[in-house]
């Protein structure tokens, strides 16, 4: 069974520009979340949607948006980018059919964004 | 706020000698994970125990949890180069899943 794939792998914008990163969750799962990673902040919750619905969100601002499509896919939007959003961007799927995690997260490489 | 804190920051170690991690969090939990991420790569799921368990195995890993006491520990047995990775705790509520700051792990060959 293939992997949690996250595309691109590395990642440069500029300020104020906007960005799109792609997951695609292992086979059978409908369960995506995302994550920012950095080292001064740790991993930090972005989002969880299932079934093409966001299901929770974390504390962002609404410059990061994501959506799921049918096939479970999904895409997270940074737009207007500031140099702290640099970080590497880490999707996850999971099996898990309802709001718990009583089910392992399955994650991917991650994307690393640098913001210059 | 629910999230874990692991302890120490960072260990360095010999290989073949056994590494402790601790975790410590605020609040009640379904559940309590383990991951471990090698540099610049994803996280890996290692082992859960639930909040009814006190102990768990897997291979060389043993986690215990104390619900009392809101802690954690994951002590890997004869550790190897390749254990080398930062290893993190994610506490599981009723919607979240908070990740801990992580422990750095090194083990010198």
């Known amino acids: 069974k293939a992997g949690v794939t996250q595309t691109p792998r590395y990642l440069i914008k500029t300020r104020g520009q906007q960005v799109t990163l792609s997951c695609s969750p292992i086979s059978g799962h409908r369960s995506v979340s995302w994550y920012q990673q950095t080292p001064g902040q740790g991993l930090q919750f972005l989002f969880e949607y299932f079934s093409e619905t966001q299901r929770n969100k974390g504390n962002f601002p609404g410059r990061f948006s994501g959506r799921q499509f049918s096939n479970s896919r999904s895409e997270m939007n940074v737009s207007t980018l500031e140099l702290g959003d640099s970080a590497l961007y880490l999707c996850?799927?999971?099996?898990?059919?309802?709001?718990?995690?009583?089910?392992?997260?399955?994650f991917g490489n991650g994307t690393r964004l640098t913001v210059t | 706020s629910q999230q874990g804190e692991e302890d120490p920051q960072a260990l360095s170690i010999q290989e073949g000698e056994n590494a402790t991690m601790n975790c410590s969090y605020k609040t009640s939990i379904n559940n309590l994970q383990w991951y471990r991420q090698n540099s610049g790569r994803g996280l890996v799921h290692l082992i859960l125990?639930?909040?009814?368990?006190r102990e768990k195995h897997s291979g060389r890993l043993r986690v215990t949890l104390d619900t009392s006491k809101k802690s954690s520990s994951l002590l890997i047995t004869a550790s190897r180069a390749a254990d080398t990775a930062s290893y993190f705790c994610?506490?599981?509520?009723?919607?979240?899943?908070?990740f801990g700051t992580g422990t750095r792990l090194t083990v010198i060959p």
């Open positions: 996850a799927s999971s099996f898990e059919g309802r709001v718990s995690y009583n089910s392992p997260l399955h």
């Open positions: 125990i639930r909040s009814n368990e």
């Open positions: 994610a506490t599981a509520g009723a919607n979240n899943l908070f």
